[in-house]
């Protein structure tokens, strides 16, 4: 399986919107998860903070970013809308993808994702 490819990041205002895109079309299989994850500071973990389930479309939203971004799937790109940007949301944004399995979460799915891409890099000034 490839390294996913994100795009659309960039610098914005405080207040300002990006869509971002990840072409995963090498997972794109019912029983995965594809999920968004932020590195805000070189050295920092990667947090997970958006996922859809491809079966179903089920989605889960951090609280940091709920009502602020959006998550959606379209055949093989997975795209972020990001709205009401802030400073906080500086950083380099990541798309990864798990199988979910048996009672496992889209959380946990995506977690174990270690194939990462090159990240694109969105930036909010005051």
């Known amino acids: 399986q490839g390294r996913p490819v994100e795009s659309g990041g960039g610098s914005v205002q405080t207040g300002g919107s990006l869509k971002l895109s990840c072409d995963v079309s090498?997972?794109?299989?019912?029983?995965?998860?594809m999920g968004w994850f932020r590195r805000q500071a070189p050295g920092q973990e990667r947090e997970e903070f958006a996922d859809i389930y491809v079966r179903d479309g089920s989605i889960s939203y951090l609280d940091s970013v709920q009502g602020r971004f959006t998550i959606s799937l379209d055949k093989h790109t997975l795209y972020l809308q990001l709205s009401d940007l802030k400073p906080a949301d500086t950083a380099m944004y990541y798309c990864?993808?798990?199988?979910?399995?048996?009672?496992?979460?889209?959380?946990?799915?995506?977690?174990?994702?270690?194939?990462w891409g090159p990240g694109t890099q969105v930036t909010v000034s005051p």
């Open positions: 090498d997972y794109t299989k019912s029983d995965y998860c």
């Open positions: 990864a993808a798990g199988y979910k399995g048996l009672g496992n979460s889209c959380r946990s799915a995506v977690a174990a994702f270690r194939n």
